[in-house]
């Protein structure tokens, strides 16, 4: 019998406090300017994404941590396929015994992707167990509530869990709720995190907010990907307008700008760049993910999907993301 602690991916880095208490961070924390970034950075330490796996053929997953009242749970998957989801709610501690696997499973913990949350411990137990690397090409996504997904009943249900396990993709999950205001740490992190394919899906926040006007976005949207791309000369970068929002769409924001306005300069932003000679820049149009229809139905609040939506999100993204992953290949 041995015992296997976590060894975890998708995120920036981890902080441990004194009595050992896990903290994950997607952004680097040294970029923070408080007190502007506190929101950002409460985003920043929700566990989107954050997972660990183990190779065995049976033993014990011994889980600790604690989480806010609205924190997501957790979820287990035995080679690819969900097992359990737990609470992870308040304190709390769960012993998982996982007996009768096949020879070599691939056993995977993925973290709460919503909810102020930090792991005392995760740890496998049992006969000739052994961390479980990730595999595949390295993608990062970066986006607002629409990429964090909370609204997903867990986290291996959210697009970007649901696009990465399709196309056998090492996810990296910077969706932000709220916060996907291209702010200089995320573009700095994303300079820093070796990657083979990155996704930005932007504009709702910013029409949301009313951050930008129509003098501001487009030159922050250019200063942002310019970072992006100086760091990542050869890696495909794919733009992604925001997703359909029907109330949003021809409603003036308090900069006079509707979310068509801010779905079409981030269509202009990335025609600039490929004349000027990106051509590893691409552009999938958010209008086209979600139809009319689908946007009535299955966004309650008329911005957010529900489970159902982000798996119709995550069906015409995994092809689109693939293609120009494939693209800069050959």
Not at 150 to 172: F, I
Request: glycine share 8%; net charge negative; proline share 6%.
């Amino acid at each position: 019998m041995v015992s296997v602690a976590a060894q975890w991916s998708g995120m920036f880095r981890i902080e441990v406090s004194e009595d050992g208490e896990q903290r994950f961070l997607r952004l680097d924390t040294t970029g923070f300017l408080p007190p502007f970034t506190d929101l950002l950075a409460n985003r920043a330490a929700m566990a989107a994404g954050v997972r660990a796996g183990w190779r065995a053929s049976g033993g014990t997953l011994n889980i600790a941590g604690q989480g806010s009242p609205d924190c997501a749970p957790y979820d287990i998957l035995i080679n690819g396929q969900r097992s359990h989801r737990l609470p992870a709610v308040g304190p709390h501690s769960h012993t998982v015994v996982l007996d009768g696997l096949e020879p070599n499973s691939l056993i995977q913990l993925w973290l709460p992707h919503y909810g102020d949350f930090t792991l005392a411990h995760a740890v496998f137990d049992g006969d000739n167990v052994a961390a479980a690397s990730d595999a595949g090409p390295r993608w990062l996504t970066y986006g607002s509530s629409i990429t964090h997904c909370q609204q997903a009943d867990g986290p291996t249900q959210s697009w970007p869990a649901l696009v990465a396990r399709e196309n056998g993709w090492q996810l990296v999950n910077m969706g932000l709720a709220g916060e996907c205001q291209l702010d200089p740490v995320a573009a700095n992190t994303i300079a820093q995190t070796p990657v083979d394919l990155i996704s930005l899906c932007v504009g709702i926040n910013s029409y949301n907010a009313a951050t930008y006007s129509e003098r501001t976005y487009a030159v922050t949207l250019q200063g942002f990907l310019n970072t992006v791309r100086r760091a990542h000369p050869h890696v495909p970068i794919v733009v992604i307008t925001a997703v359909l929002s029907l109330p949003r769409e021809d409603k003036p924001n308090a900069v006079g700008w509707t979310l068509r306005d801010y779905r079409a300069a981030t269509a202009q932003v990335v025609k600039a760049l490929r004349n000027k000679g990106d051509s590893k820049l691409h552009l999938i149009d958010g209008a086209t993910v979600l139809t009319e229809q689908e946007a009535m139905d299955r966004l309650p609040d008329t911005l957010h999907p529900d489970t159902a939506g982000y798996a119709i999100m995550a069906k015409r993204l995994a092809p689109q993301l693939a293609a120009a992953l494939l693209s800069s290949a050959s």
